[in-house]
């Protein structure tokens, strides 16, 4: 079992920046593919931003260029830079694992951390 605790939202104006962080409880990423969701009220689950194991990153086009994927192996953590924040960035941004182990898939969530900007 892993367990992935999101920390780092917060309210931020429009325009400014924040870090969100994703702490594993092991050293899953040389096997996760790591990704970062959101959600709004009302709104369904939507993929942000994907970190494969290899290092290859993807990003959905609403935050294309605005928003940086990264982890760091030592720390069991995986980062979201979000710069030029906009009012529609607002959401609770979940971070999840896929993991491959011996032909499974395993899936896991954070508990959310809520990011609010104010226009």
């Not at 593919?33 to 009220?41: I, K, L, S």
């Not at 709104?43 to 494969?52: A, I, P």
Request: a positive charge; one cysteine or more; glycine letters at 10%.
């Amino acid at each position: 079992q892993v367990q992935l605790v999101e920390s780092g939202g917060g309210l931020v104006q429009a325009g400014g920046s924040l870090r969100l962080s994703c702490a594993a409880s092991r050293n899953i990423f040389s096997y996760s593919n790591m990704h970062w969701y959101r959600q709004a009220p009302g709104k369904q689950r939507d993929l942000v931003t994907t970190l494969t194991s290899a290092g290859s990153t993807w990003y959905g086009d609403s935050v294309k260029g605005r928003f940086t994927i990264s982890r760091d192996n030592a720390k069991n953590t995986v980062y979201l830079q979000m710069n030029s924040l906009k009012s529609e960035d607002t959401a609770v941004y979940y971070c999840n694992a896929q993991s491959y182990v011996e032909g499974s898939q395993y899936d896991y969530w954070g508990q959310g951390t809520q990011v609010t900007v104010s226009s």
